[in-house]
């Protein structure tokens, strides 16, 4: 089996021991005077603030609650990292299909199996009355307002910004209560986001934007874990820095997170101090988020990891730069020689033409294909280099392209477990779920359905498997997830999952009010394959759909307002969920 990749994070025991060390050196003689007190008090904080959330994350992980359905108990199921799990001989299957479309702007007709397309790929849990939209404002104008910006969200509660408290001389009782308590927090910013990608997604004309899905985007790309970081506050910041970014600068964007709170918790950046050097965040940097494997030795990880020096959280929402943490001394990084700190190690990074084929090819994974072609992935960095590393120019011409539309990469990506939670939801118009309201333990309602599936599908929001972010692709599929696939999402059409009630349920009749003519079963048919498949069915996989809506009726008997209509919409959802088409888009 091929196992994870595991991050590279301190064991507990060489931490706590280091920190001992740390604390024991920044209060004595080197800076007793009065002019370093201030340094020396802020740094105490710095490396308490490190401690207590490694406790935390320890005693949280203890005490960590489930959600329960029907009995059964959220259990993440263990995902491999992507190694094309069915062999080589796949992967080179994968890279011979016949594609040769490339970033030509498309040409072709743009209907309503394009704007499904477009939407599927873009949009998390587009709803069928978007695609309808899509389709009259036509190819450029949608993709146009999926690169809209858009207000920032409220924050979840004043929580998110509170400071986190001196707990130094807190009996342990008291601890274990904060912790318990911020670990209930945690779980009420997964939902806050969840309500935010099913309510708030929507830009003008009710024309849904990139927004949420490049924040995603980027959450895995710069993998964060609330169980490591322990802070919500620490999250909330993090998770709104993501999205003010989300469609703009990629450079800018490695510039913040080098210095966010969150990320400085994760990766060890508390540790990284003139004298005493944390590679962490310096290996991740180059090897995860901007250039890849062989860009670079190890002499550069330990120059970049130098000049990050200094740079502390001292509450966990903000973040504070201490010359006198800083090791000044010469580095040599990618062949440049001087005094660096952090900004220069990142103009560096993006002078090199690795980087923007890097992003690139993830941007490709994400919205496109799991096969990259090494000459559109040049062609696709010419256009991020010469918009100085803008992300929405890069996107706007992959999805205007003839490749983009090749008839070959519809359908070819799997569903992730955020489409299949969140955005099953959305799909199905269940808006105003209210899944913060009332929270305790995850026991009850559309929350505990929400996270339950996040767990089980393998994709809990906040909290990636490691700091490579979630495998992808053909491993969200397995025997686990593929059966819970099937049971939970035919279960919000029943709004009951073995004898659980979820107090919620999908309005079949609604659902299917929104699609062109209802009336027609054929019609509703193709409409409802469009919106939950992204593209037109087989012939088979149609007249399957069509018996299983007619239940023996003949067509021209079929009304939306007969007696038993619900009932048969509700068969046809369910067999619709069912199917493996769903799974991919």
């Given amino acids: 089996m091929i196992t994870t990749r595991s991050r590279r994070r301190m064991p507990a025991f060489s931490r706590s021991v280091l920190l001992a060390v740390f604390l024991f050196a920044i209060s004595g003689s080197t800076l007793a005077d009065n002019s370093e007190s201030n340094t020396s008090q802020a740094m105490i904080r710095a490396a308490q603030l ?3 959330a490694k406790m935390a994350s320890e005693r949280l992980q203890g005490m960590e609650s489930k959600a329960v359905l029907g009995g059964r108990v959220a259990l993440t199921p263990e995902l491999e990292v992507w190694m094309d799990p069915l062999g080589q001989d796949n992967i080179e299957a994968g890279k011979s299909r016949e594609i040769t479309s490339d ?7 743009f209907a309503m199996a394009e704007a499904a397309h477009l939407l599927k790929r873009t949009v998390i849990g587009p709803q069928f009355s978007e695609i309808l939209g899509a389709e009259s404002l036509g190819l450029g104008t949608s993709v146009q307002n999926l690169l809209l910006t858009q207000l920032a969200p409220a924050p979840p509660s004043d929580w998110a910004t509170e400071v986190i408290p001196d707990v130094s001389d807190w009996t342990q009782e008291m601890i274990d209560s904060l912790v ?41 790309h710069f993998a964060t874990g609330a169980r490591d970081v322990t802070f919500p506050q620490s999250m909330y ?6 999205r003010e970014h989300a ?21 060890n950046g508390q540790d990284n101090y003139v004298g005493h050097i944390n590679e962490n965040f310096a290996r991740e940097l180059l090897e995860l988020f901007t250039l890849g494997l062989d860009q670079y030795e190890q002499d550069d990880i330990i120059a970049a990891a130098r000049s990050f020096t200094g740079w502390f959280t001292l509450d966990g929402m903000t973040s504070v730069y201490y010359p006198e943490y800083h090791d000044g001394g010469i580095k040599i990084f990618l062949n440049h020689a001087g005094n ?41 960095a010419s256009t991020l280099r010469a918009s100085d590393y803008e992300v929405a120019p890069v996107l706007e011409r992959m999805f205007l392209s003839e490749h983009f539309f090749d008839e070959n990469i519809r359908g070819s990506m799997v569903s992730d477990g955020v489409d299949k939670s969140i955005g099953l939801l959305r799909s199905l118009y269940m808006e105003n779920l209210m899944l913060m309201d009332g929270w305790g333990e995850i026991v009850a309602g559309p929350s505990a359905w929400t996270w339950y599936s996040m767990n089980v599908f393998g994709h809990l929001l906040l909290d990636p498997p490691n700091v490579a972010g979630w495998p992808g692709y053909r491993s969200w599929i397995n025997a686990t997830t593929l059966t819970n696939r099937k ?28 699609t062109t003519n209802p009336n027609d079963p054929y019609q509703l048919v193709d409409d409802f394959a469009l919106s939950f498949f992204g593209m037109p069915p087989t012939e088979t996989v149609r007249q399957r759909m069509l018996d299983e809506l007619l239940q023996g009726s ?17 068969l046809l959802l369910k067999l619709i969920f069912r199917l493996p088409d769903f799974q991919a888009r």
């Fill in 50 to 52: 490190d401690a207590f």
């Fill in 103 to 109: 970033w030509t702007p498309y040409a072709g007709p």
């Fill in 180 to 220: 318990q308590e911020y670990g209930q927090r945690i779980e009420k910013l997964r939902l806050w986001w969840a309500e935010i990608i099913i309510e708030e997604g929507g830009g003008i004309s009710g024309s849904p934007t990139l927004r949420e899905s490049m924040t995603h985007f980027w959450h895995d």
């Fill in 237 to 242: 910041v993090q998770n709104q820095l993501l």
């Fill in 247 to 267: 469609l703009g600068n990629f450079k800018e964007l490695v510039g913040e997170i080098y210095k966010d709170p969150a990320m400085l918790l994760w990766l």
């Fill in 340 to 380: 660096w700190e952090g900004d220069d190690i990142v103009d560096f990074i993006f002078e090199e033409d690795e980087t923007a084929r890097f992003i690139c090819r993830k941007l490709y994974r994400w919205f496109i294909d799991e096969y990259p072609d090494e000459v559109l992935i040049e062609d696709l």
């Fill in 487 to 514: 049971a939970l999402d035919t279960s919000v059409i029943d709004g009951n999952y073995y004898g659980y009630d979820l107090e919620m349920q999908a309005d079949a009749i609604a659902i299917a009010l929104e």
């Fill in 554 to 570: 003949e067509p021209w008997e079929w009304s939306i307002y007969n007696a038993g209509a619900e009932a048969q919409v509700q």
